[in-house]
């Protein structure tokens, strides 16, 4: 079946250092999407990619739809402590006749204090 | 418009006992997707339905079940309770169509199982 693998699993940064995380799938997508969980609460959506190439910013977040539609990237830039949660990659690929949403496994975002 | 809503946002339970959860979407949203989420664990894909058919499933066993109803609103029920049961449960919808697109979450179920 498909996987997507996210990494880093987590990261602890400093308050205004920028952040990098990925995700790389094992087929090609045609569908990237990114959110965000805050503690006890569901996944928000941060950007949504539909393109190869593609590249979507909101606010101080940048995400990349790769090349070989097989990956994408989120960075976030000048970070500030309510950054801080769990970043969720997902993909979706047209292969499956049932276009599932596929997950990673997140990627835990900590700012030391 | 308004969001995700689910109920109720925790619950209690003891093992053996059987719990039903709901799901209202996104006004115009057909489709519903429900997830399991451990402590410290990503969301466990448990089933997703569009215009009131299963329409995909997860590795769950078959205690977890679901439906949905014609105005789209969903329901999850898990029977004969155990212990690893407690978790957050999320429900998500998106338009739906040909495929799942966005999808959009409530802000959870507190299950917990003693």
């Known amino acids: 079946g498909q996987q997507l693998n996210q990494s880093p699993q987590s990261m602890f940064i400093q308050e205004g250092e920028d952040v990098s995380m990925n995700c790389t799938s094992s087929?090609?997508?045609?569908?990237w999407l990114w959110y965000k969980q805050d503690p006890g609460e569901g996944p928000v959506l941060l950007i949504a990619?539909?393109?190869a190439g593609e590249l979507t910013s909101n606010g101080r977040l940048t995400a990349q739809f790769g090349i070989t539609r097989k990956d994408s990237f989120l960075n976030i830039s000048a970070s500030i402590p309510s950054d801080v949660g769990i970043y969720f990659c997902?993909?979706?690929?047209?292969?499956?006749?049932?276009?599932?949403?596929?997950w990673g496994a997140g990627t835990k975002l900590i700012i030391k204090p | 418009k308004a969001g995700v809503t689910q109920t109720p946002r925790y619950l209690i339970k003891t093992r053996g006992q059987q719990v039903t959860l709901s799901c209202s979407p996104i006004?115009?949203?057909?489709?519903v997707s429900w997830y399991q989420q451990t402590p410290g664990q990503g969301l466990q894909f448990l089933f997703e339905?569009?215009?009131?058919?299963?329409?995909n499933k997860g590795n769950f066993p078959g205690r977890f079940s679901g439906r949905q109803f014609s105005n789209s609103r969903s329901e999850m029920n898990v029977s004969t309770l155990e212990l690893g049961d407690s978790a957050l449960y999320l429900c998500?919808?998106?338009?739906?169509?040909?495929?799942?697109?966005?999808?959009?979450f409530g802000p959870g179920t507190r299950l917990t199982v003693t």
């Open positions: 990619l539909y393109k």
């Open positions: 339905y569009f215009s009131e058919t299963q329409r």
């Open positions: 006004s115009g949203h057909r489709s």
């Open positions: 087929s090609i997508f045609n569908t």
């Open positions: 998500a919808s998106s338009p739906g169509g040909v495929q799942v697109g966005e999808q959009y």
């Open positions: 997902a993909g979706q690929s047209h292969m499956d006749s049932n276009y599932q949403l596929i």
